[in-house]
């Protein structure tokens, strides 16, 4: 626990000298430090930055976003993947206008009963906007705690990562706990980085770090590799009407719940077994032309998949079946899809 005492000071030193300039550490405002938390989960943090202040222009309120429409929502969040966390930030935003008037409670339980938002979230709102001394401990802590005591206990482990919170809880300042958490998130992202690419002889604690000093970094932390993606082939299909081009939504349940899709089959279709399907769905193809192939890595699914773009005979209407026909600029504007199919939408 000493060990863990002496890095404040260098810590905080190097994060009020090195900390890079983000929209959302101009204000400490409760709604923004919420928002670009959960936006950067899972998304670097160079993406983020657009797609934050994008999303604070069109809903800069909690009761924005609870309003807000559904496909509207979907649209301001494309691109950053697992739609999910969106929508839970809008059940947690109509929880918080029904149980607090709209303003995100200053109280670390309070938080981590809103939908969505678990111990790590609930610690970042609760210090960095609150002041309230609690942890915000993510992977970048992780592996900054894990290396600073040596420790090889494994960080999947849940029970783990609850003692490195008690730990760093114990000994962060309560005059500045949120510039504590953030310089604990920033040295994992900028210095204290995973495997072989950590920079050790950059780092303000490799006088502390016992990692460093036995030349073990490289090999921590330990976590326990997750069970192996599940391989899915998929044909999508690029069908276009002049200047139109089809698109369905996918079913209200499971992976890319309710967003806009390509039609797109399981399995690898040559072209004639593509054009077959096409017929089937009541349409008359002109001519095809393969796409190649290009793979979306998802959690817990890798699709590889196979392109065609299609043309087909002047519709009468714009919905064919389950499939809406859309211009480009309409797409581009009303619907999210999902970036899983942007190397087809490219070529198409």
């Known amino acids: 626990m000493e060990r863990l005492r002496e890095i404040e000071k260098p810590l905080l030193k190097w994060y009020r000298q090195n900390k890079r300039a983000l929209p959302w550490r101009v204000e400490k405002d409760p709604y923004e430090i919420w928002i670009s938390e959960i936006m950067c989960q899972q998304t670097r943090v160079e993406v983020v930055k657009d797609y934050f202040e994008r999303f604070l222009e069109a809903l800069p309120t909690v009761r924005d976003l609870a309003e807000c429409p559904e496909e509207r929502l979907m649209k301001l969040w494309e691109g950053l993947g697992y739609y999910n966390r969106v929508r839970n930030m809008q059940k947690a935003a109509q929880q918080v206008m029904g149980l607090y008037g709209g303003q995100l409670p200053a109280d670390y339980e309070a938080l981590k009963g809103l939908k969505g938002i678990g111990d790590y979230t609930a610690g970042a709102i609760a210090a960095i906007a609150y002041g309230i001394p609690v942890p915000a401990v993510d992977g970048n802590v992780l592996r900054v705690v894990s290396r600073v005591l040596e420790s090889r206990e494994d960080i999947a482990r849940q029970s783990v990562r609850r003692q490195i919170g008690q730990k760093i809880q114990a000994v962060m300042p309560t005059d500045c706990p949120g510039d504590y958490d953030q310089a604990l998130m920033e040295l994992g992202a900028l210095i204290c980085l995973p495997g072989a690419q950590a920079k050790c002889g950059q780092c303000p604690l490799k006088g502390i770090c016992l990692a460093?000093?036995?030349?073990?970094?490289?090999?921590?932390?330990?976590?326990?590799?997750?069970?192996?993606?599940?391989?899915?082939?998929?044909?999508?299909?690029?069908?276009?009407?002049?200047?139109?081009?089809?698109?369905?939504?996918?079913?209200?349940?499971?992976?890319?719940?309710?967003?806009?899709?390509?039609?797109?089959?399981?399995?690898?279709?040559?072209?004639?077994?593509?054009?077959?399907?096409?017929?089937?769905?009541?349409?008359?193809?002109?001519?095809?032309?393969?796409?190649?192939?290009?793979?979306?890595?998802?959690?817990?699914?890798?699709?590889?998949?196979?392109?065609?773009?299609?043309?087909?005979?002047?519709?009468?209407?714009?919905?064919?079946?389950?499939?809406?026909?859309?211009?480009?600029?309409?797409?581009?504007?009303?619907?999210?899809?999902?970036?899983?199919?942007?190397?087809?939408?490219?070529?198409?």
């Open 212 to 348: 460093a000093a036995h030349g073990t970094a490289a090999k921590l932390p330990v976590k326990t590799r997750s069970k192996p993606r599940r391989i899915e082939e998929r044909t999508v299909l690029v069908i276009q009407d002049g200047d139109c081009v089809a698109i369905r939504k996918r079913a209200a349940k499971g992976l890319l719940a309710g967003l806009y899709e390509l039609p797109n089959v399981k399995g690898h279709l040559k072209e004639e077994e593509t054009l077959s399907w096409v017929r089937e769905m009541g349409l008359g193809p002109l001519r095809i032309r393969p796409l190649g192939e290009a793979k979306h890595i998802f959690s817990h699914v890798e699709w590889r998949m196979r392109g065609y773009q299609i043309r087909v005979q002047q519709l009468d209407e714009r919905r064919q079946g389950d499939m809406i026909f859309a211009r480009a600029e309409e797409v581009q504007e009303k619907y999210a899809i999902p970036s899983a199919f942007d190397a087809f939408i490219r070529k198409g």
